[in-house]
């Protein structure tokens, strides 16, 4: 079992920056596939980033997040972090962490971001 908890979200002015949290217990951290997903009001959840048990990358750029956002983490803290920069009103949602190895996944419970001026 892994417990995810998400941390960091609230509201900021588009221009401004976050940096969401996501802590894991409950397993070995380091061995899961680590994803940030975020689900907008009357939308469906969509990925927006990844990151490997390596350290490898990827985006949704198609969210237009690219060169925005960041995805990292820290094995020693067991967390994973998503640096938000210049930040859009069309980037308001849900924002929700993954963990995943092979055919098993668990969810955080969420973190609201509202960019609003």
């Known amino acids: 079992q892994v417990q995810l908890v998400e941390s960091g979200g609230g509201l900021v002015q588009p221009g401004g920056s976050l940096r969401l949290s996501c802590a894991a217990s409950?397993?070995?951290?380091?061995?899961?596939?680590m994803s940030w997903y975020r689900q907008a009001p009357g939308k469906q959840r969509e990925l927006v980033a990844l990151?490997?048990?390596?350290?490898?990358?990827?985006?949704n750029y198609a969210g237009s997040v690219k060169g925005r956002f960041t995805i990292s983490r820290d094995n020693a803290k067991n967390t994973v972090y998503l640096q938000m920069n210049s930040l859009k009103p069309e980037d308001t949602a849900v924002y929700y962490c993954?963990?995943?190895?092979?055919?098993?996944?668990?969810w955080g419970q969420g973190t609201q971001v509202t960019v609003s001026s």
């Open positions: 990151i490997t048990s390596g350290g490898v990358t990827n985006y």
């Open positions: 409950g397993s070995i951290f380091s061995i899961f596939i």
């Open positions: 993954k963990a995943s190895r092979l055919a098993t996944e668990y």
